[in-house]
């Protein structure tokens, strides 16, 4: 398992950009698929984005595809979601995970670690 400590949350207007970090320690990061995932009020947790050990292949959520962005920097232990043209409905709790499965990356049974999350407000 990772540690993992997100940061970079807050209140935004529509429109906005955000960019979330999230410091993991622990020796698996680097050799593990990293993603995002979101809670809003009331709702499910729901997946995000996710990166490769590599940073070679991403697979992002139909909504967060064109307008968000997940990337890492292994020699950090670092983990990003870069946010852009930000909507009311993005206001969730955002939290990263570390996939320890070969199961889906919607698949929330195939993640071990995660961290407390950071708040995203998005206003009209």
């Known amino acids: 398992q990772v540690q993992l400590v997100e940061s970079g949350g807050g209140l935004v207007q529509a429109g906005g950009s955000l960019r979330l970090s999230c410091a993991a320690s622990?020796?698996?990061?680097?050799?593990?698929?990293m993603s995002w995932f979101r809670q809003a009020p009331g709702k499910e947790r729901e997946f995000v984005a996710a990166?490769?050990?590599?940073?070679?292949?991403?697979n992002y959520a139909d909504f967060a595809r064109g307008r968000f962005r997940i990337s890492r920097d292994n020699a950090k232990n670092m983990l990003y979601l870069g946010m852009n043209s930000l909507m009311p409905e993005d206001t969730a709790v955002y939290s990263c995970?570390?996939?320890?499965?070969?199961?889906?990356?919607?698949?929330?049974?195939?993640?071990?670690?995660w961290g407390q999350g950071t708040q995203v407000a998005v206003s009209s």
């Open positions: 995970a570390r996939k320890w499965s070969d199961t889906s990356d919607y698949d929330l049974t195939g993640y071990d670690s």
């Open positions: 990166i490769s050990w590599d940073g070679d292949d991403t």
């Open positions: 622990g020796r698996t990061f680097r050799d593990s698929t």
